[in-house]
């Protein structure tokens, strides 16, 4: 398969904490990255490895990893995380990447 | 600042082929991956392919027996063709840089996307 199931959907309090998460057994193997999309725009990769932030990437994201599921953490979310996320790795093989099915993420 | 910016043909017909480059401005070309992505209409990413500098490729095994990607790695530039289109291959295209190391992957660096539209 070249896609991962992710929760379609989860909602957050504004300030509060909320976990996406991601299964795939070659994650026994390889970290995730995590990429947030805005409507109308191109994704932006926000952790990637064992837990990795791009320059200009607050730190209430974070990335973390347990036998074959990562997990995207927002810590303290706030109005501008509201976005889609995705989470990507390399499939078994080595040879392929795969996306998960991508979480929207309501920042009430 | 790295940049990608990509360019190709918007509209196509139906068996037609797509046809899209990205050419990379700023830092190392031959230090990464390059890869195609893309996004139907209110769906999820889609990996099409990756290629390395020197012309080696990957691609998704559900696409593989029509799509093509090549590089110039003098103009660092990269091009994706995808052969006999039909409108589930409506989408935005996106070309993106492959951050790569024995535990991890990332796309970090993204192009502005192009909108491929497939109609008769």
């Known amino acids: 398969s070249s896609e991962l199931s992710q929760d379609p959907a989860v909602s957050v309090a504004l300030g509060q904490t909320v976990r996406i998460t991601c299964q795939g057994d070659?994650?026994?193997?390889?970290?995730a990255s995590w990429y947030q999309q805005k409507p109308g725009q191109a994704p932006v990769l926000v952790i990637y490895g064992k837990n990795n932030r791009p320059s200009g990437i607050p730190d209430r994201f974070s990335g973390s990893s347990s036998g074959n599921t990562a997990s995207l953490t927002i810590t303290g979310a706030q109005a501008e995380d509201e976005a889609d996320y995705y989470c990507?790795?390399?499939?078994?093989?080595?040879?392929?990447?795969?996306f998960g099915t991508g979480t929207q993420v309501t920042v009430l | 600042q790295v940049q990608l910016q990509q360019w190709g043909t918007g509209l196509l017909k139906p068996s037609e082929t797509l046809s899209l480059t990205c050419a990379v401005y700023g830092g190392s070309f031959s230090d990464y991956y390059w890869t195609w992505i893309r996004q139907p209409p209110g769906k999820g990413l889609e990996w099409i392919g990756e290629i390395t500098h020197s012309g080696s490729t990957n691609y998704n095994p559900s696409l593989k027996s029509r799509v093509t990607l090549s590089v110039e790695t003098s103009k660092r530039q990269f091009s994706l063709k995808l052969r006999s289109v039909t409108a589930a291959d409506t989408a935005v295209y996106y070309c993106?840089?492959?951050?790569?190391?024995?535990?991890?992957?990332?796309?970090?660096?993204w192009g502005q996307g192009t909108m491929v539209t497939v109609s008769s």
């Open positions: 993106a840089r492959v951050m790569y190391s024995s535990m991890f992957d990332a796309f970090d660096i």
């Open positions: 990507n790795f390399r499939d078994s093989s080595g040879n392929h990447q795969v």
């Open positions: 070659s994650l026994r193997r390889f970290y």
